[in-house]
């Protein structure tokens, strides 16, 4: 075995790459079409049956072995190294992104499942011992796959993003494949061409990682309708900071946050009127909010102090620290009132023996796992522990006319724990028609009796006025559930929002 040293490590090194492409498939296609359950299991389940696929057509492979162990990582390497880019590209100019995703996958499936079975051959024309060979090549190649897939999450999409991921595996394919040809050129037909198209191959990878920046911000520039001033890949999201003349526009992983344009209608609804229904101003709790606009609503309250959790510190240092945003929030991040904690807040609830007159949940909406969890029946009943008697509840909800069965869902979850709830919402042009749930446990007419709220005269507002707010409660035919519709609650245990959520991207792209 040790003259095919190489060759096992190469298998460890394909199995690993092989991996982080799966990944970077599954990761790319969450963030662009969104529903990441169906993504990432359509990704594993039709790249083991290509797996199946390869190594059932590698019986027809009857000679030149090495040749087509070098064409085996020559094919991974081309194909995986390219494969975030062509996806985006494909969402860019293709009507049809699915097509260009599963021949992603079943190309790389297939040529990934066609190695064990050619290595076993090449290693037992001189190792007998099948048992041996095949211990060893099994051992690499789920080694591999474990370095893969640890990697990819802790340290390559965080530091290198998608572009500079996929064309560094790419490299180390073709890495392998030129050490491979120059190794055993003695036993591959035709090892001059090979002597010189793999290490071809391998320039045009490595400087693809090298101009990964440039290629995203020509795709940045292409998937959003203004012009990038910023873009950064932090360990959670991906932030875009876009600017057509006077409108600044920020981005998590594609999906809007904010227009300078109107964001002070979203966030004056979303602080004022759970501000004006409280008896306790004393102490906030946002739950994300991270651009700070919200915290600057909170900042007119002389009497507030604020204590933010979001979970990326990159978000709350780049609403701080670029002037653009931080002079939309009017430096809010900075006051000596708010305290920021940057860690998840499902584990801050867990863990906080603080009261707080108002709690205002600022998340982005459902459409992962991870997000549903903080639109789930136990998260808001530990919101509702960390609230002060007569304390108030005020949850964004994402759009009662686009996404109605998502809007109503977090109605009826929120009442499923005992909570009076008051549902409203407002036109935000960036958005659309947008909605809130504001919730309360203890007895409060004005949750009763909307239309009694006063917005405190003194807090100087561009939209919500003392006529308008009882309208925001008020809802149409069309942004109700249809007759007779079942409304399910959003459980820990049974996530109905993402399927509510992602149905509703569906219907309206």
């Not at 020559?74 to 860019?92: D, E, H, T, W």
Request: charged share 20%; glycine share 8%.
């Amino acid at each position: 075995m040790k003259k095919y040293r190489l060759l096992l490590l190469t298998t460890l090194i394909i199995s690993g790459c092989s991996m982080v492409y799966e990944l970077i498939i599954s990761a790319v296609s969450s963030y662009l079409v969104g529903d990441s359950t169906l993504h990432y299991s359509i990704t594993i389940g039709l790249y083991m049956f290509a797996m199946g696929v390869g190594s059932y057509l590698s019986k027809f492979i009857k000679k030149d072995l090495f040749n087509w162990f070098a064409n085996i990582e020559i094919g991974v390497g081309v194909i995986g190294g390219l494969s975030s880019l062509l996806l985006f590209l494909a969402n860019l100019y293709l009507e049809s992104y699915e097509i260009v995703m599963y021949v992603e996958i079943i190309l790389i499936g297939t040529i990934v499942g066609a190695e064990i079975p050619v290595l076993t051959r090449i290693i037992e024309e001189d190792n007998k011992d099948l048992r041996i060979t095949l211990s060893s090549l099994f051992s690499f190649d789920y080694i591999g796959g474990l370095i893969g897939s640890v990697a990819f999450p802790l340290l390559l999409m965080p530091k290198l993003g998608f572009f500079a991921t996929s064309f560094m595996a790419g490299t180390f394919n073709l890495i392998c494949a030129t050490l491979i040809v120059y190794k055993y050129q003695s036993r591959i037909r035709g090892a001059k061409y090979y002597k010189v198209i793999t290490p071809v191959l391998m320039v045009t990878m490595i400087a693809g990682m090298i101009v990964s920046e440039n290629i995203g911000h020509f795709i940045e520039n292409g998937l959003y309708r203004d012009t990038v001033i910023m873009s950064e890949q932090t360990p959670y999201q991906n932030i875009v900071v876009t600017r057509h003349k006077d409108d600044v526009r920020l981005y998590i992983d594609g999906n809007v946050q904010f227009s300078s344009m109107d964001e002070y209608r979203y966030h004056e609804a979303l602080v004022h009127i759970p501000m004006s229904v409280t008896d306790d101003r004393s102490e906030v709790l946002i739950l994300g909010g991270g651009d700070g606009m919200a915290a600057r609503e909170l900042l007119k309250y002389p009497e507030t102090n604020i204590t933010m959790v979001d979970l990326d510190s990159e978000m709350t240092r780049i609403c701080s620290e670029n002037k653009i945003i931080a002079g939309l929030n009017q430096g809010a991040l900075d006051s000596d009132r708010l305290t920021i904690i940057n860690t998840d807040a499902y584990e801050y609830l867990e863990k906080c023996d603080k009261k707080y007159g108002v709690v205002i949940v600022d998340l982005p909406d459902p459409n992962n796992e991870a997000l549903a969890k903080l639109y789930s029946n136990v998260f808001y009943r530990m919101c509702g522990n960390v609230l002060e008697s007569g304390g108030v509840l005020n949850v964004q909800s994402t759009s009662p006319y686009y996404a109605t069965k998502s809007f109503w869902s977090v109605t009826k979850t929120l009442e499923s724990e005992g909570f009076s709830v008051a549902p409203y919402h407002l036109q935000v042009p960036a958005f659309g028609d947008w909605g809130f749930n504001m919730a309360v446990k203890d007895e409060n007419d004005l949750v009763t009796d909307p239309s009694k709220i006063q917005i405190d005269p003194s807090i100087e507002t561009k939209f919500l006025t003392e006529e308008n707010v009882a309208m925001l409660f008020k809802f149409g035919k069309d942004e109700m559930p249809a007759e007779g519709e079942m409304i399910e609650v959003n459980q820990l245990t049974k996530p109905v929002m993402i399927q509510y959520y992602n149905e509703a991207v569906r219907n309206w792209e």
